[in-house]
């Protein structure tokens, strides 16, 4: 892009002239790019809003958004270090959230809701049950490269006994905390002293909301570790255990005793602001933030036992799998060692090959014993006659089907009867009904009948009946005229008669001759 001025055109600057170049240096990008993906981290929650234009019903009243943060928030709080939360029991308290939207609607729907919104956060539909948003980055070079960012919400994972649990991933607590890619000590910390601060100053409703978060860190910071173990437990060379996990442990072992230490602190704290206010919604945050440090201390209690079993975990499965039986050699390759060798060869030298493989690769068979009893018996056997047309097929067992037609042949005569008229008359709907009561006052189906034949006569099959060789059609036309009956309401048709194009032809032709 050029930059050029009406007085001068001749002295552009020249950092004017060259077009806007991206942001040098990986930092730069990096920035943009981590708020991308925050940005596609939080674009199923707002796809909920969007389709629910979809579901069958107004539901409209619902945030689904909204419900959908709920969720993440009940499966988080939910879930432990070595199973997840259970489905039913995430749906079960997830309904109060979605009843309070709509009180008047019933609770099947409420339900419905609730289980729309988990299975789409799960992402049920899709193959891998992940999301993918594209982003662009720069190379090094310069030049614009899209990339795929795949990621989870919430994850379906096996528990003991064959059960399926839920847990969330790190991507759905950043999206609930509202950060992306933070180091999870440096915002633990953060919280903490947040946290301790808000409590002095008596700031209780801010310090629930530090407290929440402090939560999601600890649960994140257990994540990291449990998924280190499950790597170690399928491949102990896959996980770095000379300097990368044992780092992390003795770094997570400090971090979860500085805890303690401020955890137990802020406990005391708040019990005090507790016990000292006499504001009732003062007590009653007090008392919902001592639950919330109280479920941090046992949410640490719990990673330092699983951090002090991470080193003979370790051990034990690098004993394991280093005196595992080795896996069987491959299979023979067809067309690597079999194929492509011989192609190349004389037929007498390739017969050889290919004689020698399928002799081997045929597999053992057991030789019959002969018995001279048996082979006299084979030999005067006569051979078994075999029809020309093949086996005898049985005779099938037919049911005559009822019939459950509700009019006779006799009524369809007496109303096609009445329905062929001459194609310059055609009649009313309301006069064929009051001639078929009056011509067979004992048979009440008649009229019913001749009111069907005239309905289906509103859209007639011109061409079937062009097809089969018909001479007339019989037809109805609604001229807006309301019918006056005592037994039918609608529209009184005019019922008419209308010979085809092949009978008019014919007529013509005769008339000429």
Not at 50 to 77: C, F, H, P, Q, W
Not at 119 to 148: C, H, K, M, Q, W
Not at 485 to 497: K, M, N, R, Y
Request: with cysteine; glycine share 6%.
């Amino acid at each position: 892009m050029t930059v050029t001025s009406p007085a001068s055109t001749d002295r552009v600057p020249p950092q004017l002239s060259a077009g806007p170049r991206p942001a040098t240096g990986p930092a730069a990008d990096e920035g943009l790019a981590r708020r991308l993906r925050a940005l596609a981290c939080t674009a199923p929650l707002h796809d909920l809003d969007a389709r629910k234009a979809n579901l069958a019903g107004e539901y409209s009243v619902y945030g689904m958004a909204e419900i959908a943060l709920a969720a993440i928030d009940l499966v988080t709080l939910n879930m432990d270090f070595d199973t997840g939360a259970d489905h039913e029991q995430i749906v079960a308290r997830l309904l109060p959230r979605v009843a309070a939207q709509a009180p008047q609607r019933p609770a099947a729907e409420h339900e419905r809701v609730a289980r729309w919104v988990l299975e789409n956060l799960i992402n049920v539909g899709s193959v891998d049950r992940g999301f993918r948003a594209v982003y662009g980055t720069f190379a090094p070079d310069g030049t614009y490269v899209r990339r795929d960012y795949d990621f989870k919400l919430i994850e379906e994972v096996p528990g003991p006994g064959g059960a399926v649990y839920l847990r969330t991933t790190d991507e759905a607590v950043n999206v609930l905390v509202g950060a992306l890619d933070t180091d999870v000590t440096s915002a633990q910390i953060a919280a903490e002293v947040k946290l301790e601060v808000l409590i002095s100053r008596g700031r209780l409703a801010d310090a629930q909301l530090a407290a929440e978060q402090a939560r999601y860190r600890t649960v994140q910071y257990s994540e990291s570790l449990r998924r280190a173990l499950e790597a170690t437990r399928r491949n102990v060379r896959a996980v770095d255990w000379l300097n990368a996990v044992p780092d992390m442990i003795a770094e997570a072992l400090d971090h979860v005793a500085e805890r303690y230490r401020h955890e137990n602190a802020i406990l005391t704290n708040i019990r005090r602001a507790r016990d000292e206010a006499e504001d009732p919604e003062h007590k009653r945050r007090a008392a919902e933030l001592v639950d919330i440090v109280k479920d941090c201390i046992r949410r640490h209690t719990q990673l330092q036992a699983r951090l002090l079993e991470a080193g003979p975990l370790f051990r034990a499965e690098q004993d394991r799998q280093a005196f595992a039986t080795p896996a069987a050699a491959c299979g023979l390759d067809l067309y690597g060692h079999l194929l492509a060798p011989v192609l190349p060869l004389p037929l007498e030298r390739a017969i050889r090959v290919t004689d020698a493989f399928f002799a081997h690769g045929t597999g053992l068979r057991t030789p019959v014993s002969v018995r001279v009893g048996d082979l006299v018996d084979l030999l005067l056997t006569p051979p078994v006659e075999r029809e020309h047309l093949g086996a005898e097929m049985p005779e099938p067992d037919l049911v005559a089907t009822p019939d459950d037609s509700r009019f006779s042949e006799e009524q369809l005569a007496a109303a096609m009867e009445l329905l062929d008229l001459p194609p310059d008359a055609p009649r009313r709907l309301s006069g064929l009904l009051a001639e078929a009561r009056r011509k067979n006052p004992e048979d009440p189906d008649l009229p019913y009948l001749v009111a069907l034949l005239a309905i289906h006569a509103a859209s007639p099959p011109v061409g079937t009946a062009r097809r089969q060789g018909e001479e007339k059609l019989l037809f109805a036309v609604d001229d807006g005229t309301e019918l006056d009956d005592p037994e039918f309401g609608g529209a009184d048709l005019i019922v008419g008669t209308a010979l085809l194009d092949t009978a008019a032809a014919a007529a013509d032709r005769t008339d000429a001759a």
